[in-house]
């Protein structure tokens, strides 16, 4: 049997092109992941490329393990040599190796949102700063958004000429940066700024990466920012063997500072690139296809697809609207108890979906009032539990002795009755 067996025709076209810029424009549930995952084990069956010379990246570390999974499951030779991980743990491990040329430790730390936040407060008040101005939300996310576009703190300096209160957080970038390097510790945003420095500063290193990835996947590609982008035209200029697949209709990054046109104008970056549309949904019914195709045609910006299925399926939508929460809430929850009464669903058949944590609330109360039982999903993650964070900061500090921060997050944990 083929690798290509048992995909539609435009997977199969998509999978079996491997040479040169090709954009696959992926529609929701058009089987883009297994589409991904044949052209990757195409490739190596070929013989065109060792699995190491191979990079996979993905936007998720979920994204990433399912696709190892599957490929796995392929039986692929190898397959765990595919370079196959998030933009961030493929500049980690780049740094890991490299960070001394930029002047890291290869032990250096790497903070989180907390971690941030505490170094925030720690320079706020050296240089008693106003919590209502500059709140950590708004310095953080200018920061961010800075190296997102891969404007180092002289440049950010330049842009913020005049403007107040963006001048006084250049001076808290400045600190920012310099408190990092004093702690031998790198932000998230740090991992793709400082690879692309190093890239850009050190020749013989990008060409070495150059010559090692012979085949580069970029998944997601509508929600790449800036750096991101650059790190990929970067690496991929030395076999142009660069596939990106995404889809414009489905960027919901923008305020991550995603850019929208890295894959519109992917055909201006690359005019010998291949498109290839995958259209056929796998997933959704005929009506709900017909109403979305009709949403989406009126965005602005776009490249035109139109997705279709041979799904069966003919129950139209409801659209309910209500002035209040709460309203809505009840009628959710008699809803619920009515498909149970007439129709014999479980209440395991239903789902709700909501788009900010806060709004579980009411369904919870109006849940409750009624005994519906329920289960929430979510909710604070593992890692970001407070003794689970103690623990990994211990590590780091008996990794990385440098990291001052770490140390006073833990110095008196337990408490021991150290002042400070």
Known sequence: MSLLDGLNEKQREAAATTEGPLLILAGAGSGKTRTIIHRIAYIIEEGLAWPSQILAITFTNKAAGEMRERIAGMNVPESDRIWMSTFHAMCARIMRIHGKLLGYG??????????????????????????????FNYVIGEIS?????????????????????????????????????????????????????????????????????????????????????????????????????????????????????????????????????????????????????????????????????????????????????????????????????????????????????????LFEEAFLRQNIPFQLVGGTGFYSRLEIKDIVTYLHVLVNPADDLGCQRVINVPKRGIGG
């Open 106 to 135: 290869d032990n250096f730390v790497i903070y989180d949102t907390d971690d941030q936040k505490r170094l925030y407060k720690l320079i706020a008040k050296e240089m008693d700063l106003s919590d209502k101005m500059y709140p």
């Open 145 to 361: 958004d800075a190296k997102n576009h891969y404007w180092n703190v002289s440049q950010y300096e330049k842009k913020a000429a005049g403007d107040f209160r963006k001048e006084k957080v250049s001076q808290v970038y400045r600190r920012y940066e310099e408190a990092l390097r004093q702690n031998n510790a790198m932000d998230f945003d740090d991992l793709i700024f400082n690879t692309l420095t190093l890239f850009k500063t050190q020749p013989e290193v990008l060409k070495h990466y150059q010559d090692r990835f012979h085949y580069i996947l970029v998944d997601e590609y509508q929600d790449t920012n800036h750096s991101q982008y650059e790190l990929v035209n970067l690496l991929a200029s030395g076999y142009r063997n660069l596939c990106v697949c995404g889809d414009d209709d489905q960027s919901i990054y923008r305020w991550r500072g995603a850019d929208i046109r890295n894959i519109l104008d992917f055909e201006k970056d690359y005019p010998d690139a291949k498109v290839v549309k995958l259209e056929e949904n796998y997933r959704s019914t005929p009506v709900i296809l017909e109403a979305a195709n009709q949403v989406i045609a009126h965005n602005h910006g776009r490249k035109e697809k139109k997705l279709w299925t041979n799904n069966p399926g003919d129950e139209p939508i409801v659209l309910s609207s209500f002035d209040q929460g709460y309203d809505e809430a009840r009628y959710v929850a008699e809803e619920v108890e009515r498909l149970r009464s007439e129709e014999h669903f479980t209440y395991g058949d239903c789902a709700i979906l909501y788009r900010t944590n806060v709004q579980s609330r």
